[in-house]
């Protein structure tokens, strides 16, 4: 395959800027500068192509995670709000890549976008209990023990309208400021915001901090996102 090609089907760039990243010698292979756009590369001399000296992950699948900002809907289009998918760069957007799982409209923080359907089904699936951890700012009386062990011994939804709904024990950090940290190993709907209500209060912030080992970088901003290290990609995959 063409290395511009090759490099542009990975998500570094358009084919545009994926030439310029060439003209100024910031692709090597072993080593070696590569300039030319036409290269011939093969699959077993793409696992030594480097980029500003780091190793490039030629491959059909990407995994990125955004840091979802606040006042977006999870999703790639929509024709009246603002959505995660309008914050893919132009390059990205017809790599079939979409959110797996889902944050709430006003819910920010972590969120993994990735066109590997495979992983995004298993992850999906009621059958992966990887932790969540959520950042949690709410309204009412300070929490206390009392709903430390309510959560932990796997709680008993009962809500107007709805049959019970039994949930998985959960870790609940209190934490000053009328601020918590709640820990789960599944994602019902609204799960989060309906346990807190629950015990009479409201949620006034929700943000997820991780997914499973997965967190946002230092310094990363809402609506910047990073491609995953292959460390990361692992870590993901495993028991899901």
């Known amino acids: 395959m063409r290395l511009d090609k090759l490099l542009a089907n ?3 760039g358009t084919r545009t800027e994926v030439k310029e990243m060439l003209r100024q010698g910031r692709v090597c292979l072993r080593g070696e500068v590569i300039r030319d756009p036409g290269f011939s590369i093969s699959e077993e001399q793409a696992p030594d192509l480097t980029l500003d000296g780091q190793n490039i992950r030629a491959g059909q699948y990407l995994y990125f995670c955004l840091n979802k900002p606040d006042g977006y809907l999870t999703a790639m289009t929509d024709d009246r709000l603002p959505c995660v998918g309008d914050l893919l760069p132009s390059n990205l957007k017809t790599k079939k890549i979409s959110p797996v799982g889902r944050l709430d409209f006003h819910t920010t923080g972590v969120l993994l976008l990735t066109n590997d359907g495979e992983l995004s089904h298993r992850l999906t699936s009621p059958k992966w209990h990887r932790e969540k951890a959520y950042l949690v700012t709410y309204s009412g009386d300070e929490l206390t023990e009392k709903e430390k062990v309510l959560f932990a011994s796997g709680m008993t939804l009962h809500e107007k ?5 039994k949930l998985k024990p959960a870790e609940l950090q209190i934490l ?23 015990t009479g209060r409201s949620v006034e912030t929700l943000h997820r901090e991780r997914i499973g080992t997965l967190t946002l970088k230092d310094g990363q901003q809402p609506g910047e996102m990073y ?3 292959d460390e990361e990609i692992r870590l993901l995959k495993e028991d899901s």
């Open 161 to 165: 309208d709805h049959a019970p709904e």
């Open 10 to 12: 990975s998500g570094y």
């Open 227 to 229: 491609a995953l290290s």
């Open 176 to 198: 000053p400021d009328h601020t918590c940290r709640l820990i789960l190993t599944e994602g019902k709907t609204h799960q989060v915001k309906r346990m807190i209500a629950s």
